[in-house]
Nanobody, 124 residues
Framework: VQLQASGGGLVQAGGSLRLSCTAS????????MSWFRQAPGKEREFVAA????????YYADFVKGRFSISRDNAKNTMYLQMNSLKPEDTAVYYC??????????????????WGQGTQVTVSS
């Protein structure tokens, strides 16, 4: 599956952005979808995931209450609504997918398909 992330940009602390990830393919609804991010000099880290079927969301502790993940299977698109942004949220945000849900959904090694990333910069 090919993934295309968009929606990044420059925003002041406390502001909001909505990222989108559009996927190719006719079986999007069955894919586990996730967002990761990577700041300069740091490892790629898990942000949020959403299960197929149940649509249950999972979040990293540092985004709980601020970010919301969702998906629209009819549009083959996943979203990440980011509110109350902080300077430490600055990173390249990547979307990724997996054919089946993994209990290790938080590990980048579980995913094979990645989008090109979209830059999010939060100024203080």
């Amino acid at each position: 599956v090919q993934l295309q992330a968009s929606g990044g940009g420059l925003v002041q602390a406390g502001g909001s952005l909505r990222l989108s990830c559009t996927a190719s393919g006719r079986t999007f609804s069955t894919y586990a979808m996730s967002w990761f991010r990577q700041a300069p000099g740091k490892e790629r880290e898990f942000v949020a995931a959403i299960r197929p079927g149940t649509l249950n969301p999972y979040y990293a502790d540092f985004v709980k209450g601020r970010f919301s993940i969702s998906r629209d299977n009819a549009k083959n698109t996943m979203y990440l609504q980011m509110n109350s942004l902080k300077p430490e949220d600055t990173a390249v945000y990547y979307c990724t997918s997996r054919v089946r849900w993994s209990v290790q959904y938080y590990s980048p090694a579980q995913y094979a398909d990645w989008g090109q990333g979209t830059q999010v910069t939060v100024s203080s």
